[in-house]
C-alpha cells in the first residue's frame, strides 16, 4: 500500500539553525498538510497546500516557517531560526482529492525535532 | 483551540468486549469527521469516517456514530483485541477539507 515517507525520523538542531524537513507524499495526492505534536499535547495544524501554493495556515505557522514543493515528489518544511519551542514530533499527510469529495488523509510515520 | 474534544485520556476494557470510544465538537459547520490510530513512534493510521449526511458507517469491527443535534461522535471497536490497544484521535473538517482538527486522543487497553 503506498504510503507518505518522512526523512529524517530524528532531527536535532541547535537553537537559532535552519532545519528542513523532507516529506515524499502519495504519488498521486493533490493535498498536502503537516502538523506537529509536542510531547504530552494534541496534534496541530500548521499548514495545508494545494496547487502549489498555501490554502490554509494555522497562528503557529508564522514568519519562521515555510512550505515548498520543489519538484514534483518532495514537500518540505522548513524552519528558518529553531526556538526551543519548535520541538516537537512532525507529521506530514496528503489527500487524494480536491474539495468536495471525502477523503481521508494519510500520514507519515513523523519526525522528532529536537532543539537544544 | 478547542473545537474537538476527546473528553477520556484513557480507557481499559476487556479482550472480546466492546470499546466505545467518544468525541465532542463544537463548530457546526463540521462536514467530515474520521477516527485515526496511533501506536507510539508511529503516524496516524486512517480507521473509518463518516460524513455529516450520515448518522453511522460500519467497517469491519469498527463503526463510526454521528449525532449532529448533540456534536457528538463516537467508535465502536467489538470484539476488541489486544492489537486495538493504541491511542485513538478524532478529527473533523470543514466542507474544503484545508485544515483537519484533531482531538487530545484516547489511550485504549484492550487486557488479554
Known amino acids: 500500500e503506498p504510503e507518505v515517507t518522512q526523512t529524517p525520523s530524528h532531527q536535532v538542531t541547535q537553537m537559532g539553525q535552519e532545519v528542513i524537513l523532507r516529506c515524499v507524499p502519495i504519488?498521486?495526492?493533490?493535498?498536502f498538510y503537516w502538523y506537529r505534536q509536542i510531547l504530552g499535547q494534541k496534534v496541530e495544524f500548521l499548514v495545508s497546500?494545494?496547487?502549489?501554493?498555501?490554502?490554509?495556515k494555522s497562528e503557529i505557522f508564522d514568519d519562521q516557517f515555510s512550505v515548498e514543493r520543489p519538484d514534483g515528489s518532495n514537500f518540505t518544511l522548513k524552519i528558518r531560526s529553531t526556538k526551543l519551542e519548535d520541538s516537537a514530533m512532525y507529521f506530514c499527510?496528503?489527500?487524494?482529492?480536491?474539495?468536495?469529495?471525502?477523503?481521508?488523509?494519510?500520514f507519515g510515520d513523523g519526525t522528532r525535532l529536537s532543539i537544544l | 483551540d478547542q473545537q474537538v474534544k476527546q473528553n477520556s485520556p484513557s480507557l481499559s476494557v476487556q479482550e472480546g468486549r466492546i470499546s466505545i470510544l467518544n468525541c465532542d465538537y463544537t463548530?457546526?459547520?463540521?462536514?467530515?469527521f474520521l477516527w485515526y490510530k496511533k501506536y507510539p513512534a508511529e503516524g496516524p493510521t486512517f480507521l473509518i469516517s463518516?460524513?455529516?449526511?450520515?448518522d453511522k458507517n460500519e467497517d469491519g469491527r469498527f463503526t463510526v456514530f454521528l449525532n449532529k443535534s448533540a456534536k457528538h461522535l463516537s467508535l465502536h471497536i467489538v470484539p476488541s483485541q489486544p492489537g486495538d490497544s493504541a491511542v485513538y484521535f478524532c478529527?473533523?473538517?470543514?466542507?474544503?477539507?484545508?485544515?483537519?482538527?484533531f482531538g487530545s486522543g484516547t489511550k485504549l487497553n484492550v487486557k488479554p
Open positions: 499527510a496528503s489527500r487524494a482529492t480536491a474539495a468536495g469529495i471525502n477523503q481521508p488523509q494519510h
Open positions: 504519488s498521486n495526492h493533490l493535498y
Open positions: 497546500f494545494y496547487n502549489n501554493e498555501i490554502s490554509e
Open positions: 463548530n457546526s459547520m463540521f462536514d467530515y
Open positions: 463518516i460524513s455529516s449526511i450520515k
Open positions: 478529527a473533523a473538517s470543514g466542507v474544503n477539507f484545508n485544515k483537519f482538527y
